[in-house]
């Protein structure tokens, strides 16, 4: 996202001595991606660092995943991972459950109450959607406020944490990437400004506003990187606090967009998938359905046709109102559906005929469509609902 911001305290020019008040120097980080050859920004730290004094391996929560075959569209209840109050005790970084991956992106799902260990994705970009609940979202940036409808994007190798705020349980979507996720191209001039046709623009983003001149000694970083077998954590300890940046300026940052803040485009008859698109990464989108006016033709039908994902999987995350095509297969708030390429999908019965003149959807979802098949993790077996394949043809082999 090439959109500019600085905060704290920086040197008028770049790469020359920024001093402290006692005369020493602050240490210079370059935080860049594609090998110098796109966005970075350069923070200033107080102590060194590239500095630690302890470093061991972390066991990540598991991240096995198994073929969906036979091939079916699957209905996953999210809401069943974190039952009662074990949210109270969870926090968003080592209790996610990893629900659906493959080797470009990878879908978590957690209900939180406590704050995260200091933690980066040394992997790819992180999209985290808040389905609800509150938190501060701390950062070697600055704060970030998040609330329910943000969608809260954090480059990779940020190091954060999450912190719950209010009574209730944090329930936080993750889409974590094996590449960058930023908005699609089409909406961007050859400068990286958001175009007029894109569905938001730089001021729907926000980004952090201060420092956090945090203190401390010998501190934890829960770090989730690369390793010959998959993906590997090691937790790092560092001599002194990594949010001790005293300002930064760039083009890389983490930010939020609430998605209360896109724009939908409507027509006279129902529009596909990609007019719904808010960002995306390497072989895979990110798309989100919201409230909106629907197709005003006089014959139109607003629910979608059937159709077959051919090139990909389609996921959707199903985090408020009423999805009007899937009423009746049991699909509500905090559910996925996955419709796998390969198997053609659409409407649930009934629902082509009761559309008919509706003049507004109040639905709210988020889609990841992927273009290398969808596996199951841990969270997706457990909340798994084993009727939706047959909800089409009212039977299943069990029949």
Request: net charge negative; charged share 20%.
């Amino acid at each position: 996202m090439a959109y500019y911001r600085s905060a704290g305290s920086i040197p008028p020019k770049r790469h020359t001595q920024h001093r402290t008040p006692e005369g020493g120097l602050y240490s210079e980080e370059l935080m860049g991606e594609e090998g110098f050859s796109s966005d970075s920004s350069l923070l200033y730290h107080r102590g060194i660092p590239s500095a630690i004094v302890d470093a061991t391996p972390w066991e990540l929560p598991d991240q096995t995943l198994t073929e969906n075959r036979p091939l079916k569209p699957l209905h996953l209840k999210l809401h069943t991972l974190f039952p009662g109050e074990e949210w109270k005790s969870a926090d968003v970084v080592s209790n996610r459950r990893l629900v659906l991956g493959n080797g470009d992106v990878r879908i978590s799902y957690v209900a939180a109450g406590e704050a995260s260990p200091l933690y980066r994705n040394a992997i790819g970009d992180e999209c985290v959607y808040v389905e609800s609940g509150e938190a501060v979202v701390e950062t070697v940036f600055g704060a970030l406020p998040a609330r329910a409808g943000d969608y809260v994007l954090l480059p990779r190798a940020t190091t954060h944490r999450w912190v719950p705020k209010g009574a209730e349980p944090l329930r936080a979507y993750v889409i974590e990437a094996n590449s960058h996720i930023a908005p699609p191209k089409r909406y961007l001039s050859r400068y990286g400004q958001l175009l007029e046709h894109a569905p938001y623009c730089e001021r729907d983003l926000h980004g952090p506003a201060e420092p956090l001149l945090a203190e401390g000694t010998d501190v934890e970083v829960l770090v989730k990187h690369r390793g010959s077998r998959g993906v590997v954590g090691t937790r790092y300890v560092y001599p002194t606090h990594p949010f001790d940046v005293v300002g930064w300026d760039g083009c890389l940052y983490p930010y939020t967009f609430n998605v209360s803040d896109f724009e939908p485009i409507t027509g006279r008859v129902h529009q596909p998938p990609p007019v719904h698109q808010v960002f995306e990464g390497n072989n895979f989108v990110i798309c989100n359905f919201v409230p909106r006016k629907v197709d005003y033709h006089p014959l139109s039908i607003p629910v979608p046709y059937y159709h077959s994902n051919v090139d990909s999987d389609e996921v959707m995350f199903y985090c408020g109102g009423n999805y009007e095509a899937r009423k009746g297969s049991g699909i509500g708030q905090g559910s996925i559906s996955l419709h796998p390429g390969g198997h053609s999908h659409g409407p649930q019965p009934g629902a082509v005929e009761r559309s008919l003149g509706a003049e507004f959807f109040d639905e709210l979802a988020v889609m990841v469509d992927t273009f290398r098949p969808l596996e199951i993790g841990e969270g997706g077996h457990v909340s798994d609902d084993p009727g939706y394949a047959w909800t089409w043809a009212g039977r299943g082999p069990q029949s």
